[in-house]
């Protein structure tokens, strides 16, 4: 990248495509022989082994024929709620919301979200926007999972930007700064974003917003105007996104019990991949998307911050059966049965992770003076 690229467009290096880079990212895409063979493993999962050779050339004449008209990011997000209508209709019972009401669809918000899955958080956020009419948003991906070039190149195509968690020292604190004024660049310019309360899926399901997340917000702020001040310019508004069953909660509960029982969990190199395709291609039953009211107030600290973030988040988080039954709340029978069969698919020692990840949304929205909903 030259200086005039960087001063022109300073956020060249983690932003979204633009419209006029389309074309040529999806002709890479179809030239990328990883790419086709993930895309020809999850088309056909039975067959993508021995025969893959075989059908592999097939999926690259489709992909092209499917993308060969594509030369916008709106007809390529078409594309993508093609493929979540389909996904919606396999793997959920309902999908709904609220709040929406709250929000002026010309404004453009800082979306802080609880975060139990990879992909399909800010999916959701999107799903339900995009069925409202409303306009899609910038979603935030951590650089752990754009090791590959493909799989960052389709994330930038659905809006995605980069956040630098790789980076150390002085490039981390350049990498802050640039992801500050990115974010402020974005809603001054009419683009809601979707960003993670934290780094990381709450994986117990106990759902906190991390200070260091504010603090960051305020970076590009702190010489000009007031924590508050920064608050309000940039529409925070708090997201509860609930699952009535998480795709990888088996996962995530062998985790859970392998650093609490043995002080270490070992990661597998594909293992946030297959995270990702688990929490797309999984059971999720009904799936609820609440959006809070934009943050308004005096704050005088990110804790201060943090800590309204999290209320609305309990309070809003729609409680599921799953959720009912994992904390000992009267359920039906069949509710139960259901619940407990989800508990019989780990191992015994795993099980109380289990059962805990789904009973701390109830804990939450009681401790922050919430009823059942």
């Known amino acids: 990248m030259n200086a005039q690229t960087k001063t022109s467009d300073p956020f060249q290096s983690i932003r979204p495509y633009r419209d006029d880079e389309v074309e040529a990212v999806l002709q890479r895409l179809v030239r990328d022989n990883e790419c086709i063979l993930a895309l020809t493993r999850y ?24 993308v060969g008209e594509i030369d916008t990011i709106a007809a390529f997000q078409q594309l993508v709620a093609d493929y979540m209508q389909k996904m919606i209709a396999r793997t959920t019972t309902r999908v709904s919301c609220s709040g929406l009401e709250r929000l002026d669809p010309d404004e453009a918000y800082l979306f802080v979200s609880n975060h139990r899955d990879i992909a399909m958080d800010p999916a959701f956020v999107d799903w339900v926007r995009f069925q409202a009419g409303l306009s899609t948003v910038r979603i935030a991906i951590g650089d752990n999972l754009l090791r590959k070039p493909y799989v960052s190149d389709l994330m930038r195509l659905n809006k995605s930007f980069i956040v630098n968690r790789s980076a150390k020292g002085r490039e981390r604190i350049a990498a802050l700064n640039l992801l500050s004024a990115y974010i402020d660049h ?3 310019n009419g683009h809601s974003i979707w960003i993670a309360q934290r780094e990381g899926r709450a994986k117990d399901g106990n759902d906190r917003t991390d200070p260091a997340l504010i603090k960051m917000f305020y970076i590009a702020h702190r010489k000009q105007r007031s924590l508050s001040e920064m608050v309000e310019r940039l529409h925070i508004v708090p ?20 650093v609490a029982l043995h002080g270490a969990y070992e990661k597998s190199a594909d293992e946030d991949i297959s995270s990702i395709v688990q929490g797309i291609t999984g059971e999720k039953g009904e799936v609820h998307v609440a959006f809070g009211t934009p943050l308004r107030g005096e704050f005088e600290t990110p804790e201060q911050v943090a800590a309204e973030i999290d209320r609305q988040i309990h309070l809003d988080y729609r409680l599921h059966p799953s959720n009912l039954a994992a904390a000992g709340e009267p359920v039906t029978a069949e509710q139960r049965r259901v619940f407990e069969a989800r508990l019989e698919r780990v191992s015994e020692e795993e099980r109380p992770f289990l059962r805990q ?5 109830v804990i939450n929205q009681r401790a922050a003076g919430g009823g059942e909903r």
């Open 43 to 66: 088309q056909f999962p039975n067959a993508s082994g021995p025969l893959g050779w075989l059908l592999r050339p097939l999926v690259r004449i489709a992909v092209a024929a499917r």
């Open 186 to 188: 974005s809603i001054g």
């Open 239 to 258: 997201v509860s996104i609930a699952y009535e069953f998480d795709p990888c909660d088996a996962l995530k509960a062998r985790e859970l019990a392998a």
């Open 357 to 361: 990840m789904y009973a701390n949304p």
